[in-house]
């Protein structure tokens, strides 16, 4: 079983040396800069009341330029949880930590419905105007576009707004 | 049983439905359906203003002998005062069997469908979808030209914002049929239709000039140019007459050549082409009745029972 702290080169070792390192918990790695703090929302890390939140972005990466990365202690991500990060940046890597040890990698799979992630973009579509969750259908995973439940309007990835 | 419990958006309806529908509807004047909804309520919510579908709403549930509550006007609704959408339709669910529903804001229809027990009929979602003027499209062209397929169909106008001739276009897809996109280039049919089009191997071409395609089509569907959709008044001033269709437009059409409209219209079809015989634009709004009282036949009486027999 690999140690968390033999997952990455020395040189990236060192780096997230930043962060703490978490006994139990989630590592979410690789994340794209930009999209950080939207995972933070989502996964509502700002309101975590128990246990380390670490967070750090702007770090040096080979695989994709500048990442971020996220370690969380003592909690681990429900299928939900998993599905929404899918949405947002699908080539993140996620491992699951148990006595410092990588104990399980977990797949991002992309959800067929995409519900209460991101807003409409569609001003007049109705899940604008009522206090109802959005719903999105996957029409197409790579690259993603979905279909508003409502209003049908297409929505690609890189016009998401996340709720 | 029509496979589905609400009419929204005619993307729900495989071919089959269409045709059952259209057939359906061929039917509605032939026999005596006076008493096959008689006890049935409909309600008409038309949140936005409406004439021919409230009307034909109406008056096919009334030939069915069933009755009719509603407004017309949102003013007098719960809805100025505040009250969501949600909450009037679980109101209404308990006055009345089938819900016809028109509202300004798109996606309504659909939340009213989930949100209510009893069936909806989509009567328009902002500028989303108006699946009945589709099927009415549809049961039309059926009737002049006897048949769907291997037809040649034009339409004219604005194709980037009409709502009718998007619908169509996919409607139509079913069928072995060429298109004919005219427009000024500014209000050219969207891509994404295009591309549904092009996944359907349907053959469609894209014009300027109406002589183009005038002396090829069976049906020339025409819908108005609407000033404000113009971000430049040059460039509706430039348009706003190529697409006027006079007597001596259509000289050169096929005899079997029927224009068509979702009406209302403003000055995109010249009065004097009413008295030839291509056009085919009143009678298009009447064959809404007979198309209306087939939906509320299958959805809520018992014409599903025919269905095998009629397909």
């Known amino acids: 079983m690999m140690n968390e702290n033999e997952q990455q080169p020395n040189n990236e070792k ?3 040396r ?19 703090f939207d995972l933070v929302r ?10 380390t939140v670490s967070i750090a972005t702007n770090l040096p990466s080979k695989k994709c330029g500048k990442k ?16 929404k990060i899918a949405v947002i940046c699908p080539h993140v890597t996620m491992n699951t930590i148990k006595e410092h040890h990588v104990s399980d990698k977990i797949s991002l799979t992309l959800p067929k419905i995409i519900k209460n992630i991101a807003t409409c973009n569609n001003p007049n579509c109705i899940s604008n105007h009522e206090r109802i969750p959005t719903v999105f259908h996957v029409l197409e995973e790579s690259p993603l576009k979905m279909k508003c439940n409502y209003c049908e309007i297409i929505v690609h990835r890189e016009e998401l707004m996340i709720k | 049983m029509f496979l589905k419990k609400d009419l929204i958006s005619v993307k729900d309806l495989s071919k089959e439905e269409l045709l059952f529908l259209i057939n359906t509807a061929e039917n509605m004047d032939q026999e005596d359906c006076s008493e096959l909804l008689r006890g049935k309520i409909l309600a008409t919510l038309f949140f936005e203003p409406s004439t021919r579908t409230r009307l034909s709403f109406e008056s096919a549930m009334k030939r069915l002998g069933g009755s009719v509550i509603g407004f017309a006007d949102p003013k007098v609704t719960s809805s100025q005062k505040g009250e969501s959408l949600a909450d009037t339709i679980k109101m209404i669910e308990g006055y009345a069997d089938i819900i016809v529903m028109r509202h300004p804001i798109e996606g309504s229809a ?11 009929i989509n009567g328009g979602d902002g500028a989303n979808q108006h699946p009945t003027q589709t099927i009415v499209d549809l049961f039309t062209i059926k009737k002049t030209q006897g048949k769907l397929d291997e037809l040649h ?16 276009a996919i409607a139509l897809s079913h069928f072995r049929v060429k298109l004919y996109f005219v427009s000024p280039e500014s209000l050219r049919m969207p891509e994404h239709i ?13 014009h300027e000039k109406l002589e183009d395609v005038i002396p090829l089509v069976d049906i020339f569907y025409v819908t108005r140019i609407q000033k404000e959709r113009f971000p430049d008044i040059m460039e509706y001033e430039k348009v706003r007459n190529a697409y006027i269709i006079k007597k001596e437009t259509i ?6 050549m029927k224009i068509l409209h979702p009406l209302p219209r403003v000055n995109e079809i010249h009065t004097e082409v009413d008295e030839t015989p291509h056009a085919y634009y009143f009678q298009q709004a009447h064959h809404g009745v007979l198309v209306r009282m087939a939906l509320l036949a299958i959805m809520i009486g018992n014409a599903h029972q025919h269905r095998n027999d009629l397909i």
Request: hydrophobic fraction near 40%.
């Open chain 1, 18 to 36: 930043i962060i703490s390192f978490i006994q139990e918990g989630t590592v979410i790695d690789h994340i794209p800069h930009q999209k950080i």
């Open chain 1, 68 to 83: 971020g990365i996220i370690k969380v202690e003592g909690r681990f991500l429900t299928p939900e949880e998993v599905s």
């Open chain 1, 42 to 51: 989502i996964l509502a890390l700002h309101k975590n009341t128990e246990g």
């Open chain 2, 251 to 256: 000289q050169h059409a096929k005899p079997n």
């Open chain 2, 153 to 168: 169909i034009a339409m004219i106008g604005d194709l980037k914002f009409g709502r009718t001739v998007h619908s169509l």
């Open chain 2, 194 to 206: 295009l591309e549904a089009l092009r996944k359907n191997n349907i053959i469609f071409s894209e």
């Open chain 1, 14 to 16: 060192e780096r997230e």
């Open chain 2, 110 to 120: 659909r939340l009213a469908a989930e949100t209510a027990k009893i069936p909806v």
